[in-house]
């Protein structure tokens, strides 16, 4: 720890909460406490959109997809983040 300030024991979450809301962490906690974490089975979040296709183009995707053995909207997504990469580049 950065300084001899003690994190004091809470009755509840909203204790606790109120507590970390109004301190200062760098008065607890310095650079040399600080840990590297991951999180591998986080999954980003999803919004549902709409878009218009052309019949044939979401039949072939389809086809594909199926060819795949995966759902096409699965496939789309694949092609849409190969397409943003690509470009990002």
Do not use: H
Not at 21 to 39: H, N, P, R, T
């Amino acid at each position: 720890m950065k300084k001899s300030l003690k994190v004091p024991k809470f009755k509840n979450e909203d204790e606790e909460r109120s507590f970390w809301a109004k301190i200062d962490l760098a008065d607890y906690f310095g650079s040399e406490d600080l840990q590297s974490v991951s999180f591998p089975n986080l999954k980003p979040t999803s919004r549902s959109i709409s878009i218009r296709l052309p019949e044939i183009l979401l039949l072939r995707l389809k086809e594909e997809a199926n060819q795949k053995n995966i759902p096409y909207q699965s496939l789309i997504k694949q092609y849409l983040t190969e397409g943003v990469r690509r470009n990002a580049a």
